[in-house]
């Protein structure tokens, strides 16, 4: 198998024993499971955890900025026309930009938390990926050099037999 080979197996199999064959260490590779499911791990997620989340999912969609765009709508509607001179937020609407700032200041940072745990998540698959695609490569070069020997074989077998076919 070669040894780039042999430290990429180490990286993937943390146990591997030095007095393994390279057969014995690819044997190990093909039993062992090395992928995780990334997808079963939502169970322990906290409540504000999962909190974040659906805010960061519902704040996220053109719903809610449908929604809020009528709200601003209205609200600027029934204090500049309906209300005039009795307005409870008269313009430049001070009231509205102090609610739109809070809500900013505490919407922002449970997005950014949601983005951090999903960015996590993004790595964990990533790390998977790559252990998986590091397997794959490993055992279709023992497959291809395997063939190799394989067709070499065959080949030695036809010239002898070409060799005591010429004798005979």
Known sequence: MGEKYEELLKYILDDVKNDLTDDEILHILLDKKISTNVHNKKGNDTFGQKADDQIAKIAGSW????????????????????????????????????????????????????????????????????????????????????LDEILDRQKNMEEKLKILEIGK
């Not at 709200?71 to 029934?78: M, N, R, S, T």
């Not at 700032?101 to 999903?118: F, H, K, V």
């Open 63 to 146: 719903p809610f900025i449908g929604i809020f765009l009528c709200i601003l709508f209205i609200w600027i509607i029934v204090n500049i026309m309906v209300l005039k001179n009795n307005a409870f937020d008269p313009y430049p609407f001070i009231l509205l930009n102090l609610a739109l700032s809070c809500m900013a200041a505490i919407q922002a940072p449970l997005i950014m938390m949601s983005q951090n745990r999903q960015e996590e998540k993004d790595r964990e698959r990533g790390g998977n990926d790559y252990r998986v695609n590091l397997k794959a490569e490993i055992i279709l070069e023992n497959l291809h050099n395997t």
